[in-house]
């Protein structure tokens, strides 16, 4: 027993910290960047899913279609397939961004549909009745509150991405899982180095948990939390010099 | 874009017990004719005509159901006729237009047209200030600085600058209902439709936005007010409508309250006083 605790070489991980942390950082810019563009279609598909006939059909496809796609086909797919259709070779970077994209917009719609139809309708109508725009009514009134109550559920899209990186191995992105791969290959230690890489997945998760549920706070209103609290500081101090003008300005008269 | 309003020439009406209306009044700034409206398969205006004059108070009651929110809603095209017309300061909407008429563009008829509404509607995500100061800056074009003055003025007549930074969800219904009688204001609306502002509130706070209201009133901004305060209306309603079953049944001069002769009204008004 004691021999095989002692062929665990716990070092090997701190050794190679910065070939992992590499494909750490990969993963979560290939994530991110997934997730912007992702946030953004699913907005609109929710929109077109909402709205009238033939986008609407094309919306429901596309949600259905995409959402049981697994990552692993999808990045395949997008590699050796979509490349060759398009007559573009994608890197792998853009290849793994794609991939997601292509998934997880078809999530995030979803997200955004519900949000969306949590609103009130007296919010939109407000907004029309003091003479807003629709479209700025859309964008002032009804997108930030809808996005506040979509956050929570991007942030678990966002863990999911960067989970589903890991399937990128295949097309050779230096992604956490190649990097372990590689590491193993000339070590031989896949149990060292395999926790290694779900640790990496597990701090990744909280630290995107911690940055979501920032983000969370800065949006309640009141906003709360110390970030909030300062953001908002600023603000405050913004209102209180209109009000002092304006109750000097009255006791003059 | 922005159309012309009729010249008022006319002093305002007083506050005392009015004489019957002149057959035709030069000044009638809203005319609702023929409207009728259904959702679905169920028509709740079978036709009503409703003229508003400069700086009149119009009075809508009577049961629910009976079509008085809609009506009011046509007012601002917050909801489309079927059929019949909205003139409102020269202008036509809907779909019984008189040929020749001008067809209006209905956001800058709302510029002019203040709605209060029974659960306030306020922004949630926006500080009392914020709420007001958002149609400033996207309907007047105001910069910040000046939109904010002028949001923190209008918070200021309604008795509330020092709750200017907070939140809707930090307020009381009664507070939160004059910040969204100031968001109304702030955008010097020639006419302002109130829809049962006080019927979502407790009792207790009922006192403070009828108060507002009254001052409003009594400043002679042109109303119409959709409520149940039938003492309120006694006190402030020029015409007094009551409503039944998609249409009105029977409306009145300063105290017709008290003089209405047809059965369902003085019932209706027994049950509410």
Redesign the interface.
Known sequence: MSTLVANYDWSLVWEHRSELLHGLLTALEVAAVALVISTAIGLLLALARMGKAPLSWFAVIYINVFRGVPALVSVIWVYFGLSLLVGISFTVFQAGVIALTLLYSAFIAEIYRSALGAI?R??R?????????PV?VFA??IL??AT?IAIPNIGSMFIGMVKDTSTFTVIGLLEVVRVTQNLNSTTFQPFVLYTAAAALYVVAAFGIDLLFRTIEKL?A??PSGRVARAVSRRR?K???A??L???SA?SRT | MRTPLPTMNEPLPTASPAAEHPPARPDVVVRLEGIRKSFGKNEVLHGVDLSVHQGEHVVIFGPSGSGKSTLLRTINLLEEPDEGSVRIFGVEYGPGLERGGTRGNAIELRRQVGMVFQQFNLFPHLTALGNVALALRTTKRMGRNEAEERAARALQQVGLLRWAAHFPGELSGGQQQRVAIARALSLDPKVMLFDEPTSALDPELVGEVLGAMRVLAESGMTMVVVTHELNFAREIGDFMVFMDEGLIAESGQRGFLDRCENPRTRQFIAAVL
């Open positions: 009130p007296g919010q109508e407000a907004g029309l009745a003091l003479g807003i725009h700025r002032r009134v930030p509150q506040k949006l209103t009141p405050r913004r209102l209180e209109v009000m003008r304006l109750e009255s």
